[in-house]
């Protein structure tokens, strides 16, 4: 069982869109938090069961462009297969992303939507290093 991110994240208020801040030591914690914020973006990580898995292998020419089809990714899930995910196994090597998420079957009878994302955008995306270790800032359309 893989255990919570040790990163934090807040949400950031936008003109028509929703936006997430991730703080995080290292850059595995800071895309487990970053598919965490997603997630509770869209509903409550806690009302997830966890019992799909699904793995991911990602390659991108810089960081930024890598979070953004992270999220990417689970959003695909979200509007092709109703996923979401609540827990988060990620790799990160150099600019290569491998990576376990669980999750469940979004259930409107279960799961409270809390925000409908639209679409991850690169508009203030922003991946840079920290005092603590790594921040992220990702806005989403919604």
């Not at 893989?2 to 936006?19: C, L, N, V, W």
């Not at 995080?24 to 806690?46: C, I, M, N, R």
């Not at 890598?66 to 109703?82: F, G, I, K, N």
């Not at 639209?118 to 992220?136: C, F, I, M, N, P």
């Amino acid at each position: 069982m893989t255990e919570k991110p040790r990163g934090s994240f807040e949400f950031i208020d936008h003109t028509a869109d929703a936006g997430i801040r991730v703080q995080a030591p290292t850059l595995k914690d800071l895309f487990e938090t970053a598919g965490l914020a997603f997630t509770e973006l869209v509903t409550s990580a806690d009302s997830l069961d966890c019992r799909v898995e699904r793995e991911f292998k990602l390659q991108e020419d810089d960081l930024e462009t890598l979070l953004v089809s992270w999220l990417q990714e689970l959003l695909y899930l979200l509007d092709t297969e109703d996923l979401m995910f609540g827990r988060f196994q990620v790799k990160i090597h150099e600019l290569s992303l491998e990576a376990t998420a669980w999750g469940d079957v979004f259930d409107p009878n279960i799961h409270t939507m809390k925000t409908e994302i639209k679409a991850v955008t690169y508009h203030q995306l922003e991946v840079a290093r920290s005092d603590q270790g790594w921040q992220a800032q990702v806005i989403f359309d919604i």
